[in-house]
């Protein structure tokens, strides 16, 4: 993931280009900017030769695009956009319905900024544009955050605090696991909003060994508690190991503050619609 954002959108009247092959999909994304987003002006996309042409109009904010368009794959859109646009940086967020199998192989190169898997519905995915667009303020949630670098540590605590979070930080992940057991035994279950943890930790247990133990041992999902797995580590193998043991995202270090707030607030707003969705669901 490309974590090189240099700007972010601010203007009251910003451009969005929607680019898949489907009349229908393109038309609901519309309809969701533009009841989400009063004064978006929407560029509706069939296919990449027609993306390249509409990129030539003038400034665009931001850009949603399908992986399978009719003329070519949706990386070979993203790299001409990183080519040929004139200006510094345009977010580019995939948006597909086979966004997990991507994931798996680790296909969606440096040129996308993020993903949505379609899967996830249209308000969420109202909700993730509107990240991008115009966000939040303020976040609110608690994050259980796990890193034993004392300088990246602070750096990244004052990150989240200046959102509105409230972090929790542990050097270690044991100290981590121990904290999620105590929220546990207390009826607080799980005991954070949301996980934020480094790879490698000094200590018996990596951030790998976390993932396992929140989705085996706690058996808590995706939904109840997201975790976002922070990584230098290039290697293909090891990020897709990251992804099948359960984490919802990675975020490359070193990061870059507004695309973590951005997929923080994301991964909660998601989290909390689907334990409401849940707790509906018992009454």
Not at 24 to 39: A, F, S, W, Y
Not at 80 to 105: C, F, M, T, W
């Amino acid at each position: 993931m490309d974590i090189s954002v240099t700007r972010h959108i601010t203007s009251d009247n910003p451009r969005v280009m929607v680019v898949d092959g489907s009349k229908v999909v393109r038309k609901i994304i519309e309809q969701l900017l533009h009841n989400d987003l009063p004064g978006v002006s929407v560029l509706s996309c069939s296919s990449g030769e027609e993306a390249k042409a509409q990129l030539a109009t003038g400034v665009v904010d931001l850009v949603t695009m399908a992986l399978r368009l009719p003329d070519m794959d949706g990386m070979e859109l993203a790299r001409y956009i990183r080519e040929h646009s004139p200006q510094a940086y345009i977010p580019i967020v995939v948006v597909s319905g086979d966004v997990n199998e991507r994931l798996l192989k680790r296909d969606l190169t440096a040129d996308v900024t993020d993903y949505f898997d379609k899967s996830l519905g249209p308000q969420a995915l109202s909700a993730f544009i509107r990240g991008y667009v115009r966000p939040e303020g303020q976040l609110s949630g608690e994050v259980l955050y796990v890193e034993d670098s004392r300088v990246v540590a602070v750096a990244t605590r004052r990150m989240m605090e200046k959102h509105g979070l409230t972090v929790v930080h542990f050097v270690a992940v044991e100290d981590a696991l121990d904290y999620l057991e105590k929220a546990r035994a207390e009826g607080r279950a799980p005991g954070a909003d949301i996980v934020l943890t480094d790879v490698y930790l000094k200590g018996g247990q990596t951030g790998g060994d976390l993932l396992e133990e929140v989705r085996g041992r706690f058996g808590y999902s995706k939904g109840l508690l997201p975790i976002l797995v922070m990584t230098g580590d290039d290697n293909l193998a090891n990020q897709t190991a990251l992804i099948r043991a359960g984490a919802n995202d990675l975020v490359q270090k070193p990061t870059e503050e507004r695309l973590l707030i951005t997929k923080l607030g994301f991964q909660l707003r998601v989290s909390r619609s689907l334990r409401a969705q849940a707790a509906t669901a018992q009454e």
